[in-house]
T-cell receptor, first 113, second 113 residues
Framework: GDSVTQMEGPVTLSEEAFLTINCTYTATGYPSLFWYVQYPGEGLQLLLKATKADDKGSNKGFEATYRKETTSFHLEKGSVQVSDSAVYFCALSPSGSARQLTFGSGTQLTVLP | KAGVTQTPRYLIKTRGQQVTLSCSPISGHRSVSWYQQTPGQGLQFLFEYFSETQRNKGNFPGRFSGRQFSNSRSEMNVSTLELGDSALYLC????????????FGPGTRLTVL
């Protein structure tokens, strides 16, 4: 079945540092890929998405590129802020549907001032 | 536009009891999905409802059930509660077309004693 493997955390960075969170997936066909963020005590918020190979999703300074050849969707941000501290989840949905998500295990990010 | 609302936010039950959780999707959204989040298993898909019909189901026992009403509001029910059912239950809604974002509610925290 489908699966998502995420870089294990926790990750601790200083403010303005570069962030990379690795994500690889296993799926048949052409899934859509997502990054979600969860702040303490809240539900999930969609951070960015990509629906086909070579698509780059971007939002709030975060970026991720859908790489079918390496089955990866790594999250990057050039300069993190304290407010970026949260748990980040990589997820996929099978071809043709956006409503059944398979999630990675999540990566806790803490940004220190 | 109001977001996805879930009630109650917190719930404490004892083993063997049953529980009903409620989710009100964003106005105009016709698809509602449910997820279970635990520290051990992470985020797992429970089921999806669309136009009062279960369209998709994850790998959970029959004790977990749900339904959707004509106004798209959804409920999920867990019967004969077990300690392992303690989790954050997240509801997500989307307007039904491929690749649309799922909007998550804040979740219901269920504790089984």
């Amino acid at each position: 079945g489908d699966s998502v493997t995420q870089m294990e955390g926790p990750v601790t960075l200083s403010e303005e540092a570069f962030l990379t969170i690795n994500c690889t997936y296993t799926a048949t066909g052409y899934p859509s890929l997502f990054w979600y963020v969860q702040y303490p005590g809240e539900g999930l918020q969609l951070l960015l998405k990509a629906t086909k190979a070579d698509d780059k999703g971007s939002n709030k300074g975060f970026e991720a590129t859908y790489r079918k050849e390496t089955t990866s969707f790594h999250l990057e941000k050039g300069s993190v802020q304290v407010s970026d501290s949260a748990v980040y989840f990589c997820a996929l949905s099978p071809s043709g549907s956006a409503r059944q998500l398979t999630f990675g295990s999540g990566t806790q990010l803490t940004v220190l001032p | 536009k109001a977001g996805v609302t879930q009630t109650p936010r917190y719930l404490i039950k004892t083993r063997g009891q049953q529980v009903t959780l409620s989710c009100s999707p964003i106005s105009g959204h016709r698809s509602v999905s449910w997820y279970q989040q635990t520290p051990g298993q992470g985020l797992q898909f429970l089921f999806e409802y669309f136009s009062e019909t279960q369209r998709n189901k994850g790998n959970f026992p029959g004790r977990f059930s749900g339904r959707q009403f004509s106004n798209s509001r959804s409920e999920m029910n867990v019967s004969t509660l077990e300690l392992g059912d303690s989790a954050l239950y997240l509801c997500a809604s989307s307007f039904d077309s491929s690749y649309n974002e799922q909007f998550f509610g804040p979740g219901t925290r269920l504790t089984v004693l």
